[in-house]
């Protein structure tokens, strides 16, 4: 899955600079001098983001680029413990060869706005269009073995996997890639007591494919922010 713009606060500074001199004269007062004027402090003012720019640049590549829109909720539990979707941005996705890429835009409902930090360009789509993807047959393991919190090994069964493939730029590169989202349980030991619900311990993997030459891409490289 963006990294938000942060408003620092500042206050309480103070600067004490001794021994000063303009024109080549000593202004330190003396240590029994004392100051009749104490020195005076402005706090920052501190003003919201100005989003005119990016969102002229939004508008002119809305007319340039095609884009995918697809409003983004939340899970946000309510007074009464119960668990409902809110809605919290809208996002639009460049497409490039039929197919999402990473480079976006999140249009909130207060007016602000946020670029990903991935931009595709018109050069990029167009050497895309030359690509020939190969048919990817790769699958997740049906299980492994693994920690479980103790010393003992855990057998983790493969539940279920998902898969999406995106155009992705990676650096100076645009791949499509094949990515694989597996979900695995293992029985919990000693468990026998537990609710049903917490008798299995859970695990994650992610596989990224690139589909040019079926080489493996580090999921970590990868990033829709």
């Keep these: 899955m963006k990294k938000l713009l942060a408003l620092i606060s500042i206050a309480g500074l103070l600067c004490a600079i001794p021994g000063c001199r303009e024109g080549g004269n000593d202004i330190t007062p003396a240590l029994d ?3 009749t004027t104490p020195p005076q402090f402005t706090e920052p003012e501190m003003t919201s983001p100005d989003y005119t720019a990016l969102r002229e640049q939004f508008e002119k590549d809305l007319e340039i680029f ?3 829109k697809e409003d983004c909720y939340l899970n946000v539990g309510n007074e ?3 668990i409902e979707k809110k809605y919290a941005f809208t996002r ?3 497409i490039v060869n039929g197919l999402i890429s990473n480079d976006n835009y999140d249009i909130f409902p207060d007016g602000s706005i946020i670029k990903s930090l991935n931009t595709i360009t018109l050069d990029d789509i167009a050497e895309a269009r030359q690509h020939k993807l190969i048919e990817s ?5 049906e ?3 693994a920690g479980g919190g103790g010393e003992t090994k855990l057998e983790y069964k493969l539940r279920e996997f998902t898969e999406d493939t995106f155009y992705i730029k990676i650096g100076d590169k645009v791949l499509p890639i094949r990515y694989i989202y597996a979900f695995y349980e293992a ?11 917490s008798r299995k311990i859970y695990n994650q993997k992610s596989f990224a ?3 040019l030459d079926g080489s493996f891409v580090e999921p970590d490289e990868i990033t829709f922010e």
Excluded: A, G, Q, T
């Design 66 to 68: 095609e884009y995918e």
């Design 92 to 94: 639009y996705s460049k």
């Design 187 to 197: 029985d919990r030991p000693n468990s026998e007591d537990l609710p049903e619900f």
């Design 33 to 35: 001098e004392e100051l």
């Design 80 to 82: 009464n413990d119960v």
């Design 137 to 141: 047959d790769f699958k997740p393991e």
């Design 209 to 211: 494919i690139n589909l």
């Design 143 to 145: 299980s492994f073995f």
